[in-house]
Every structure is written in structure tokens, then in C-alpha cells.
């Protein structure tokens, strides 16, 4: 409830859009790494490198993002 609370109040651009800064709270709060009801959480094994940003979920989420969007577009593999 309290993530549903700082969504609703984030501060938009210019533009009225709230993208960037949902973007930037995720990141503070480390939304990728937090548990799913009945699914646990699949990164939590994931070895992340030092400095790397908070979204990162390591080189294999990476990679099977990349496939996902390239199949969105028609890409066939």
C-alpha cells in the first residue's frame, strides 16, 4: 500500500508523464529484487556486479529481455 501511495504522488515532467520518475523510485527501492506472491523471487540468486544499477538482474534476464522484445517485433528465431 505504501508503493501504491508513492506511485500515485510522484512528480510528473513537463509533458504530465510520471515515466522517469517511477523509474527512479523503483530503482531507490529495488522493486526487481522484492518477492512476488506465490512466485518467490527469481533474481534472487542473481550475482550482480559491484556499481551495477539497481534494475539489473544479470546478464541472463538481459538476454532473455532482449529475445522477448525481439520477438514482440515478429523476429523469429
Excluded at 512476488?36 to 544479470?58: F, L, M, Q, R, S
Excluded at 532482449?66 to 523476429?75: C, E, I, K, V
Aim: charged share 25%.
Amino acid at each position: 500500500m505504501i508503493y501504491a501511495y508513492l506511485c500515485a504522488h510522484l512528480r510528473a515532467d513537463d509533458d504530465g508523464d510520471t515515466t522517469a520518475a517511477r523509474q527512479e523510485l523503483d530503482q531507490e527501492l529495488g522493486v526487481i529484487r522484492w518477492q512476488t506472491p506465490g512466485h518467490g523471487n527469481k533474481y534472487a540468486d542473481t550475482e550482480v556486479e559491484e556499481g551495477a544499477p539497481a534494475w539489473w538482474a544479470g546478464d541472463e534476464e538481459a538476454s532473455q529481455a532482449t529475445l522477448a522484445a525481439m520477438r514482440s517485433m515478429g523476429a523469429k528465431f
